[in-house]
């Protein structure tokens, strides 16, 4: 039974910073994306950065420039590097690991950011 489990989540001050993990846990083979949605308060998911298994990445125009995921193979990990955050940034993130026959989610992490 793969589990991802999520961390580094809290609470930052407007322009600060914070980084996400995202470690697999159990056997997995053959990750085609690893991608980091949110959702905030009375809003639906949305995609906030993705990582193809070729190493191409792609991120909301939102957090564009601010936000950099990443991935460390050996440990089938993802992170979330989130600069300059904003008040709007504030969500539940989670990661997401899809492959073949499988979408495996994390159980979310809080990102509060606020003066």
């Known amino acids: 039974q793969v589990q991802l489990v999520e961390s580094g989540g809290g609470l930052v001050q407007p322009g600060g910073s914070l980084r996400l993990s995202c470690a697999a846990s159990?056997?997995?083979?053959?990750?085609?994306?690893m991608n980091w949605y949110r959702q905030a308060p009375g809003k639906q998911r949305e995609l906030v950065a993705l990582?193809?298994?070729?190493?191409?990445?792609n991120a909301a125009d939102s957090v564009k420039g601010r936000f950099t995921i990443s991935r460390d193979n050996d440990k089938n990990t993802v992170y979330l590097q989130m600069n300059t955050l904003k008040p709007e940034d504030t969500a539940v993130y989670y990661c997401?690991?899809?492959?073949?026959?499988?979408?495996?989610w994390g159980q979310g992490t809080q990102v509060t950011v606020s003066s």
């Open positions: 997401n690991f899809v492959g073949p026959g499988y979408n495996y």
């Open positions: 990582l193809t298994s070729g190493g191409s990445t």
């Open positions: 159990g056997s997995i083979f053959s990750i085609l994306f």
